[in-house]
């Protein structure tokens, strides 16, 4: 089975542009995850959603980034514009459900440079 | 409040034991996980708890006190591709909180 599907794997942007991530969750999966990785704050819950729902977006650092869900199968994370500080690892993650104890899957990453 | 620590960094020695300690405190507790993430890839699920006791898979196992609010992750037999961080996470309501994670470093 395909695991969680990410693009771009890598990108580096000038400050001021937009960056648009994309990901693909596992299929049958209705649970997904925007994760922010960086050497300073670990791993951060940017946004959950729940059947293509939000549930909660209090860790979107502010209102540069954006996230939809348009359909079980894609979702997007956009930065507009980007900053130097937004520089990180951003993993998409996905799971079966919003029970207890359901694993989360991660993809392999975007690995965004702003410069 | 919720918090989760681990400490920073372990160094072992190739053929070790060694155990990774991860203490958590939070008004809602639904489990706890152990990820493995090495250099520059994504974190791989290596374990889950929800009850009390050791949990053992081959050379890795997971230990969960509830009350104690501690778990730790025990690796044997180190091999060099165990050289990797390990992340704790506790599982509270639809979430993951995770620690900072735990850099092992093997030596041979």
């Known amino acids: 089975d395909a695991g969680v599907i990410q693009s771009p794997r890598h990108e580096v942007t000038e400050m001021g542009q937009e960056v648009t991530l994309r990901c693909k969750p596992i299929s049958g999966h209705n649970s997904l995850f925007w994760y922010r990785q960086t050497m300073m704050r670990g791993l951060e819950l940017l946004i959950y959603f729940n059947n293509n729902v939000p549930i909660d977006d209090s860790g979107m650092p502010e209102d540069r980034f954006s996230a939809k869900m348009p359909n079980a199968s894609f979702s997007t994370l956009k930065i507009q514009p980007s900053e130097p500080r937004d520089s990180a690892v951003y993993f998409c993650?996905?799971?079966?459900?919003?029970?207890?104890?359901?694993?989360?899957?991660f993809g392999e990453g975007s690995w965004l440079t702003v410069v | 409040g919720q918090n989760i620590d681990q400490p920073t960094e372990m160094t072992a020695t190739e053929g070790a034991i060694v155990q990774i300690n991860c203490t958590y405190q939070?008004?809602?507790?639904?489990?706890l996980f152990w990820y493995q993430q090495h250099a520059g890839e994504a974190p791989t699920f290596l374990s889950y708890?929800?009850l009390d006791g050791l949990e053992e898979k081959g050379r890795f196992s997971s230990f969960l006190s509830r009350s104690k609010g501690y778990s730790y992750l025990l690796l044997k037999e180190l091999q060099m591709k165990d050289s990797a961080s390990y992340l704790c996470a506790y599982n509270s309501n639809y979430q993951l909180i995770w620690g900072a994670g735990t850099k092992l470093i093997i030596k041979p």
């Open positions: 939070t008004s809602g507790f639904n489990g």
């Open positions: 708890n929800v």
């Open positions: 993650a996905s799971s079966p459900s919003t029970g207890d104890g359901n694993t989360i899957y």
